[in-house]
């Protein structure tokens, strides 16, 4: 009888962290941008070794990832608004297939044996300026699937655990690939990888929106937008945390090469393996955020889960051993990803829903917009004081963030009172923005 019992609480426990799951156009989303990740790393993965092993420059991989990744730093502002004005469906529908040309562009190029960094850096720039659209849409697409605002957080949850699965079985393909048949065949799996998501996104049915305003001018919606977002104090505090870390912090992985190669004398398998170990932490920290009953403590979280990055970084950055360095990078990626989704989930919790779009891509702004500095940060003090002191300093930096966050948590209280009254139907939410505040 007690076996029946515990048989039952497991599966309501399953059921539990994968509600959104019951929704069958978050399904399809799941299932196809999930396949469609695991491309996207195995080339992530490609590129970086490429780069490296073209160039042997950790200033080099840092104007790559900058190329790759400005883009969504100079446009989010703007894509946002359409995010707001335009149908989601259809934008993640062009942007999901020209992410696939640029794909395919790729390994044609590696295969005919003209391939240079250049290219790389060409193509890598379209990508980003395709993921500032993309990106913006998507997130704010998920309240078109689940629905029901008080899922958004297990949604949210879910979609970071399909990426951060994938991180755990890319890199690892990516390295046995890169050994046996070289790049070319990671930006072909990746380019057909697309496919699957093309799909999905066609299979769904999306119920008929209520039309969003296009009367009003754009530039004064970016207005409104950017007033809405950095004039309340958790919105904004948030986003400040979440570029510094992205600045000081997240450029971590341009710098993988270098440790994979020069520190720890391994090859595209042991790149493979550091970078599948952030993954498995990172699949850890979405595991416990599914499973939350509700959405509690996620304000005091915040700062908790950026100290542990913090403290994993500058640990690996001092490691010499592969085992240890693994550990270390699974401390990083558990911390990262809970500080990454516990902001998102209470921005979007928030958010009023006509501006999500907007807000979004201010969240996107500051957490792969900045980006692109920190790489080039990287890479130029990489050069000088050497990878491991660069890593070790963004890691004190972070940790100094996550300290001046922590200052201003019970400050923010008195701003977020008036929120509460609005978001009372949804017990959840009243939750989630609470807890900023606490």
Same mark, same amino acid.
């Given at each position: 009888?007690?076996?029946?019992?515990?048989?039952?609480?497991?599966?309501?426990?399953? &059921?539990?962290?994968?509600?959104?799951?019951?929704?069958?156009?978050?399904?399809?989303?799941?299932?196809?941008?999930?396949?469609?990740? $695991?491309?996207?790393?195995? #080339? #992530?993965?490609?590129?970086?070794?490429?780069?490296?092993?073209?160039?042997?420059?950790?200033?080099?991989?840092?104007?790559?990832?900058?190329?790759?990744?400005? +883009?969504?730093?100079?446009?989010? %502002?703007?894509?946002? $608004?359409?995010?707001?004005?335009?149908?989601?469906?259809?934008?993640?529908?062009?942007?999901?297939?020209?992410?696939?040309?640029?794909?395919?562009?790729?390994?044609?190029?590696?295969? #005919?044996?003209?391939?240079? /960094?250049?290219?790389?850096?060409?193509?890598?720039?379209?990508?980003?300026?395709? &993921?500032?659209?993309?990106? *913006?849409?998507?997130?704010?697409?998920?309240?078109?699937?689940?629905? #029901?605002?008080?899922?958004?957080?297990?949604?949210?949850?879910?979609?970071?655990?399909?990426?951060?699965?994938?991180?755990?079985?890319? +890199?690892?393909?990516?390295?046995?690939?890169?050994?046996?048949?070289?790049?070319?065949?990671?930006?072909?799996?990746?380019?057909?990888?697309?496919?699957?998501?093309?799909?999905?996104?066609?299979?769904?049915?999306?119920?008929?929106?209520?039309?969003?305003?296009?009367?009003?001018?754009?530039?004064?919606?970016?207005?409104?937008?950017?007033?809405?977002?950095?004039?309340?104090? %958790?919105?904004?505090?948030?986003?400040?945390?979440?570029?510094?870390?992205?600045?000081?912090?997240?450029?971590? /992985? $341009?710098?993988?090469?270098?440790?994979?190669?020069?520190?720890?004398?391994?090859? +595209?398998?042991?790149?493979?393996?550091?970078?599948?170990?952030?993954? $498995?932490?990172?699949?850890?920290?979405?595991?416990?955020?599914?499973?939350?009953?509700?959405?509690?403590?996620?304000? *005091?979280?915040? *700062?908790?889960?950026?100290?542990?990055?913090?403290?994993?970084?500058?640990?690996?950055?001092?490691?010499?051993?592969?085992?240890?360095?693994?550990?270390?990078?699974?401390?990083?990626?558990?911390?990262?990803? /809970?500080?990454?989704?516990?902001?998102?989930?209470?921005?979007?919790?928030?958010?009023?829903?006509?501006?999500?779009?907007?807000?979004?891509?201010?969240?996107?702004?500051?957490?792969?917009?900045?980006? %692109?500095?920190?790489?080039?940060?990287?890479?130029?003090?990489?050069?000088?004081?050497?990878?491991?002191?660069?890593?070790?300093?963004?890691?004190?930096?972070?940790?100094?963030?996550?300290?001046?966050?922590?200052?201003?948590?019970?400050?923010?209280?008195?701003?977020?009172? +008036?929120?509460?009254?609005?978001?009372?139907?949804? %017990?959840e939410a009243v939750t989630a923005v609470d807890t900023v505040a606490e």
């Open positions: 009888m007690s076996g029946k019992l515990n048989s039952d609480k497991e599966i309501s426990t399953l &059921n539990h962290i994968f509600r959104a799951l019951h929704y069958r156009n978050f399904r399809l989303f799941f299932f196809g941008q999930g396949v469609s990740l $695991v491309g996207t790393w195995i #080339q #992530q993965i490609a590129m970086s070794w490429l780069v490296y092993r073209l160039t042997g420059s950790a200033f080099i991989l840092g104007v790559v990832s900058f190329s790759s990744q400005i +883009p969504t730093f100079l446009f989010s %502002p703007f894509t946002g $608004v359409l995010a707001d004005r335009w149908n989601r469906h259809r934008m993640l529908l062009v942007t999901q297939t020209l992410s696939m040309v640029q794909a395919l562009t790729l390994a044609f190029l590696i295969w #005919q044996g003209t391939i240079a /960094v250049w290219h790389i850096i060409i193509l890598g720039f379209m990508l980003g300026c395709i &993921n500032s659209v993309d990106i *913006p849409a998507r997130q704010s697409f998920l309240i078109d699937m689940v629905e #029901q605002k008080e899922l958004l957080g297990n949604a949210i949850a879910l979609n970071s655990f399909m990426f951060n699965g994938a991180r755990l079985i890319g +890199p690892v393909i990516a390295g046995v690939l890169i050994t046996l048949t070289g790049e070319g065949a990671c930006f072909l799996i990746n380019g057909l990888s697309f496919l699957a998501v093309i799909a999905c996104l066609w299979a769904m049915e999306i119920k008929k929106q209520e039309a969003r305003s296009k009367n009003a001018h754009a530039w004064r919606e970016l207005q409104e937008g950017i007033r809405y977002t950095f004039g309340f104090a %958790p919105i904004r505090s948030v986003l400040a945390l979440v570029a510094m870390i992205s600045l000081m912090g997240a450029s971590y /992985v $341009v710098l993988m090469p270098v440790f994979a190669k020069n520190i720890l004398y391994g090859g +595209p398998k042991t790149l493979g393996f550091l970078m599948a170990a952030v993954g $498995v932490g990172a699949l850890i920290a979405t595991i416990y955020l599914a499973s939350r009953r509700k959405i509690l403590k996620l304000g *005091p979280i915040i *700062p908790v889960a950026a100290s542990i990055f913090a403290f994993g970084l500058i640990a690996f950055s001092f490691s010499r051993v592969l085992w240890l360095s693994l550990f270390l990078l699974t401390i990083t990626g558990f911390g990262f990803m /809970v500080h990454m989704a516990a902001s998102n989930t209470i921005i979007q919790t928030i958010v009023e829903d006509d501006k999500r779009g907007r807000v979004m891509s201010f969240y996107m702004m500051a957490f792969m917009g900045v980006a %692109p500095m920190g790489s080039l940060l990287a890479g130029f003090l990489a050069n000088i004081i050497g990878a491991p002191n660069a890593l070790a300093l963004g890691g004190v930096a972070c940790f100094l963030a996550a300290l001046a966050f922590a200052s201003q948590v019970h400050a923010l209280q008195r701003v977020t009172g +008036p929120i509460y009254e609005k978001l009372s139907a949804v %017990p």
